[in-house]
């Protein structure tokens, strides 16, 4: 991967508070081609996305910020089931009528107008390419052979902001399509 830069959470991060009990969240902005792109690291897997007045959510989840203080979606993406990438209650914090709902197809009964995404579809919503990518264990098992996160089960996503193509990798291990993943300039890996 070329100009990669990358942002690894193994665990959850813990960052520091603010006054009134909400989380100071730490961000970045990158300069594409057609304007700034923002991007806010929430904690965890959850992240938050603003690109030529759009904002997307990734994985909101309430334990990591006050999703009443933050930017309502126009697009919230879901990587898989778990209750720390899929939290009704944070998604009903940033929903209006008008936002697009991205799963994954294990999350379909959870989030009611949810549009599924299968690993290799490629959506383009409000101008950003979102590529569904493959998310899942090779090696870690809930029990033998039973993966914590099975192949065809989650999503990750390569959502591309112009001429920057920004990788999430959700609940991964380092999969053979993450290796083949090419032109990526900001990745998530947790």
Not at 106 to 126: D, F, L, Q
């Amino acid at each position: 991967m070329n100009r990669f830069l990358l942002f690894l959470n193994l665990t959850a991060m813990v960052l520091p508070f603010a006054a009134h009990g909400q989380q100071a969240l730490e961000k970045d902005t990158f300069k594409t081609s057609a304007g700034d792109l923002e991007i806010v690291f929430i904690g965890h897997g959850t992240l938050m996305f603003t690109f030529g007045g759009k904002v997307i959510h990734l994985d909101p989840v309430s334990e990591y910020a006050d999703y009443s203080k933050l930017p309502k979606a126009d697009v919230i993406l879901i990587t898989h089931e778990h209750r720390d990438h899929l939290d009704p209650k944070a998604i009903d914090a940033i929903l209006t009528e008008k936002t697009r709902v991205i799963v994954a197809e294990p999350c379909r009964s959870a989030v009611k107008g949810g549009t599924v995404v299968k690993n290799g579809e490629v959506k383009v919503i409000e101008g950003v390419k979102i590529e569904a990518v493959p998310a899942y264990n090779l090696v870690h098992t809930r029990s033998e052979g039973v993966p914590f996160h099975p192949k065809g089960s989650g999503n990750g996503y390569v959502l591309t902001f112009a001429d920057k193509r920004v990788y999430v990798a959700g609940d991964s291990e380092n999969t053979p399509e993450m290796k083949s993943l090419k032109g990526i300039d900001v990745a998530f890996l947790r």
